[in-house]
């Protein structure tokens, strides 16, 4: 069986609830017994994540090659160098699994045109590029020029890199100008900052966007528990978890736009598939 890329576990609230308690276990010398259960228990929660990226088609050589670079590219000391404005590591990738979801999908719904909010290192672009054909496009956003130099880089290293068009600088002045363009698309990725979330959502929606037949894709919808665990439980932290109400906020927004319907799916951390209700519906 091929293995793909070992890809960082996207930690959900059992878990992290779990880790706690080996951590008591441990402090109060609970038996081995005890120990050797939660550990296995520990294993069993990332063990379906693992299996679906074991046993999925492993992606081409370049997003191989991309995932690999990445995880070796020195993120610290350009952080450390203030190359970056903002925290910048391998853990934002999207990986092996998500990116042969998008393509999966790419491929199912003979999209043309994607916008995707949130590059990186390109991973989801490439990914989704490889099953257009040659004269469709995947117009990308990205904040952090350094970032985008990087991926542009990585992603010519693939023939399907010329379909992708990088737009550097922040996501909602590059889609205000999409807009004004009159740019519309089949199919959204969007995957930067949470708290940008609503408005990206509402400049797509607000200005009409979106294809009659286009998606919207949220990565991160769940947010590892974030979404659905009572508010006094969120973890309000300096990473992932400053996102917390944000990403809370804007499923609720979603959930009451009576323009269109979603799906929830759960995998890695989440992605959120939205439809203008017309698509949504077949005929009777
Ligand atoms: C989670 S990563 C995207 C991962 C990528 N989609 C993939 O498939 O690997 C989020 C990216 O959004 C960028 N970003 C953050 N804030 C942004 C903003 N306001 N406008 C555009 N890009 C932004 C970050 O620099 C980062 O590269």
Redesign the pocket.
């Known amino acids: 069986m091929a293995s793909t890329s070992k890809k960082a576990i996207m930690g959900g609230p059992v878990q992290r609830q779990l880790v706690k308690l080996q951590d008591m276990a441990k402090t109060l010398e609970a038996s081995e017994d005890i120990q050797t259960q939660i550990q296995i228990c520990i294993e069993n929660v990332t063990a379906q994540e693992e299996y679906c990226d074991t046993i999925s088609s492993p992606p081409s050589e370049a997003i191989q090659n991309l995932i690999t670079e990445?995880k070796k590219h020195p993120w610290q000391k350009t952080m450390d160098e203030g190359k970056?404005m903002?925290r910048?590591g391998p853990g934002?990738?999207?990986?092996a699994l998500?990116?042969t979801f998008?393509k999966t999908l790419v491929g199912m719904s003979n999209a043309k045109r994607i916008l995707?909010?949130?590059?990186?290192?390109?991973?989801?672009?490439l990914?989704m590029a490889e099953a257009l054909p040659a004269d469709a496009k995947v117009i990308?956003?990205?904040?952090?020029e350094y970032?985008a130099d990087v991926a542009r880089k990585l992603v010519d290293q693939s023939p399907h890199g010329r379909k992708i068009d990088i737009m550097i600088?922040?996501?909602?002045e590059?889609l205000q100008k999409l807009a004004e363009e009159g740019q519309k698309f089949d199919m959204v990725?969007v995957?930067?900052?949470k708290d940008?979330y609503i408005d990206y959502y509402k400049i797509i929606m607000d200005n009409d966007m979106l294809t009659a037949r286009g998606t919207i894709l949220i990565?991160?919808a769940l947010n590892r528990g974030q979404a659905y665990l009572p508010k006094e439980k969120l973890v309000i932290s300096e990473t992932w978890g400053k996102y917390s109400h944000a990403i809370r906020d804007f499923n609720d927004y979603v959930y009451n736009d009576n323009r269109v319907s979603q799906v929830m799916v759960p995998i890695r951390d989440g992605v959120m598939m939205i439809r203008r209700k017309e698509a949504f519906e077949g005929e009777a």
């Open positions: 990445t970056v903002g910048v934002m990738m999207s990986g998500e990116g998008l995707e909010v949130g590059l990186f290192t390109g991973c989801g672009a990914a990308t956003c990205e904040l952090e970032v600088g922040p996501a909602a590059s990725f995957d930067a900052n940008g990565d991160n």
